[in-house]
């Protein structure tokens, strides 16, 4: 049984040693090459392969966020010239980290690692969809959140993200007169995002600071946020004090 | 503390510049005082020890109130003040001395009230030309202070010169070329070395030639053009007569990285770079621009290359050169505006 491959790199030169490399190997098979983000998002979503090569840097989404966007359980190598990316691959659940140029031995310890990960049980292997969305360096905020939406990639700036709520496994992202699902706990999605900006108001309801038009009381311990576009949203005591904590006490 | 009272050197400078200007206090002393030579000495020296350090005073007034900042009327009025008082203080100082040695010394006070006037006023003047001291000195050190920033500054640039990862990229299509075309392979190799040999070269010097520097980011595109095929694209609009301006050395070499790395880099289907300068007289115009993908993943831009390019402007031209970022549509452009000095 051979293992299929997707690899995903913007430069033509940096594909060629890849295949090169893996051309050697007996087991291995390409299925798809891509040369961007979206690219990659598609072909590992339809082609379900064993094994992802993946830059970092890319064109339309970078490594990370293909990562985010991929359903399948598939191994994932991370090939970059950057080093300081390497923690966060590793909390992405990254098999391997290789730093370009990589010699043919270190390539085919990659591959041991990767074959050893594929004979292991899967659902062992798999880690937790939030734990990869969570993997960032603290400080280190999201300028955009990218979602699924059918074959096609959203991308949605931080700043255009009026305001997120939980519902069961997802959020549902209200962003320029649209609601997007995301499979994403609310809870990872506040941690990914800049807290000076997105306040968790509620429970299930992230929302960003720039839209809260006013705070209107609303029973002795809930309050109600206004928005700019006239949606209320329901703010607890503990969402109160965050608010005012970040918007300072009036 | 004043750096006079630092070190015992300056120190015993600071005293001995006291012996001939103590001399024409005793000498003033003595002529408007009818004061034999002997008595001026004995009552002048308290004074002129205590004139000593009374003159390194304006030190602090004068790092408090500085000449380019402080409300005019505010350090006229601080320095008058201060200059009055203290040379009422030392007046105050040669009056005790005089009163103390009237008993050996016929008619001393008296004597030496008639001479308190001028000797006030030489007091007053020499005050004032140690206010005017102290300003010099703290200009020539501010300007030596703005001399080592704008080193370490050139220095900040010269570190972020050769950037790690431009060279592991370029090692990396090196390393795919070997195989798939070895005469290619070498080329890449000849270009990388050429951009390197010749950046070391130029980051050595202060200012270089406008040539000069467009021949360095000819090498480093021609570097990056294998890298990235045809996705990479550049058009030049230079006017000749830019070629001989002197400017600082690597000052544009940062523009077209980041030209490259957060505008080609991040396009699937690539861009074109456009150079152009112009000159107009006395000023060198030249701007640099990439199509971008407003839309791109974050590349960690923070803006410390054109920081650093602003600061280095600073520290060389003062106000008089600009930089300028333009964002439209599609298109991020970076335009500098510096006075065309002829290289000599």
């Known amino acids: 049984m051979s293992i299929r491959v997707v690899m995903a790199d913007d430069e033509e030169l940096a594909r060629r040693v890849l295949r090169e490399h893996l051309n050697t190997e007996s087991d291995i098979e390409i299925v798809a090459e891509c040369s961007n983000g979206f690219e990659a998002v598609k072909a590992v979503n339809e082609l379900a392969p064993d094994l992802v090569f993946l830059d970092v840097q890319m064109p339309k989404l970078d490594g990370f966020e293909v990562i985010e966007l991929i359903d399948s359980d598939a191994a994932v190598v991370f090939v970059t010239a950057y080093d300081q990316y390497a923690m966060r691959a590793f909390d992405a659940a990254a098999v391997d980290y290789l730093l370009k140029p990589y010699s043919a031995d270190r390539f085919r310890a990659s591959l041991e690692r990767v074959r050893v990960r594929l004979r292991e049980a899967k659902p062992a292997a798999s880690v937790p969809k939030d734990l990869k969305l969570a993997s960032r360096a603290p400080g280190d905020h999201v300028e955009r959140i990218v979602v699924k939406d059918g074959p096609k990639v959203h991308v949605i700036p931080a700043g255009k993200l009026d305001y997120a709520e939980a519902q069961d496994d997802y959020v549902a992202l209200r962003s320029e007169g649209r609601l997007w699902l995301k499979q994403q706990t609310i809870s990872s999605l506040e941690s990914a995002l800049d807290p000076r900006r997105f306040i968790r108001l509620h429970r299930s309801y992230l929302v960003n600071v720039e839209r809260i038009a006013r705070i209107d009381a609303n029973t002795k311990d809930t309050w109600l946020a206004v928005l700019t576009d006239g949606t209320k949203i329901p703010v607890s005591r503990g969402g109160y004090a965050r608010f005012r904590e970040i918007v300072g006490g009036e | ?344």
């Open chain 2, 1 to 344: 503390m004043h750096p006079v009272l630092q070190n015992w050197r300056r120190f015993g400078l600071w005293m001995g510049a006291w012996i001939p200007l103590g001399a024409i206090l005793i000498l003033v002393a003595r002529l408007s005082g009818h004061l034999t030579f002997f008595e001026a000495m004995a009552v002048m020296t308290p004074a002129i020890i205590v004139m000593a350090f009374v003159c390194l005073s304006p030190f602090y007034v004068c790092r408090s109130l500085p000449l380019r900042s402080a409300p005019r009327e505010k350090i006229l009025i601080n320095h008058l003040a201060a200059a009055f008082i203290l040379t009422g203080g030392v007046m105050l100082v040669g009056r005790f001395a005089a009163s103390l040695l009237t008993p050996s010394f016929h008619r001393l006070d008296e004597r030496f009230g008639t001479a308190v006037p001028v000797l006030a006023l030489v007091v007053l003047m020499i005050y004032f030309v140690a206010v005017a001291l102290h300003y010099a000195a703290l200009e020539l050190e501010a300007s030596r202070r703005n001399e080592i920033l704008a080193r370490e500054a050139q220095l900040k640039a010269l570190k972020a010169q050769v950037n790690p990862h431009f060279l592991f990229n370029s090692l990396n299509s090196i390393s795919a070329l070997t195989t798939i075309d070895a005469g290619q392979a070498r080329e890449m190799c000849v270009r990388l070395a050429d951009f390197l040999r010749t950046s070391l070269r130029l980051g050595e010097r202060v200012t270089v030639s406008f040539a000069e520097e467009m021949a360095l980011m000819k090498m480093y595109l021609d570097v990056e053009q294998v890298r990235f095929g045809g996705r990479l694209r550049m058009k030049q609009d230079i006017d000749p007569a830019c070629s001989d301006c002197d400017m600082p050395a690597l000052l544009i070499q940062p523009l077209v990285e980041n030209a490259v790395k957060h505008g080609i880099a991040m396009m699937a289907e690539g861009g074109e770079i456009v150079l152009a300068g112009t000159r107009d007289h006395d000023w060198l115009r030249f701007s640099i621009t990439n199509p971008y993908d407003p839309e791109a993943p974050s590349t960690g831009r923070n803006g410390l290359g054109l920081r650093n390019i602003r600061d280095r402007l600073e520290s060389r031209y003062g106000g008089s050169a600009r930089m300028e970022i333009k964002v439209e549509e599609r298109l991020y452009s970076v335009i500098l505006t510096l006075p065309a000095g002829k290289r000599k």
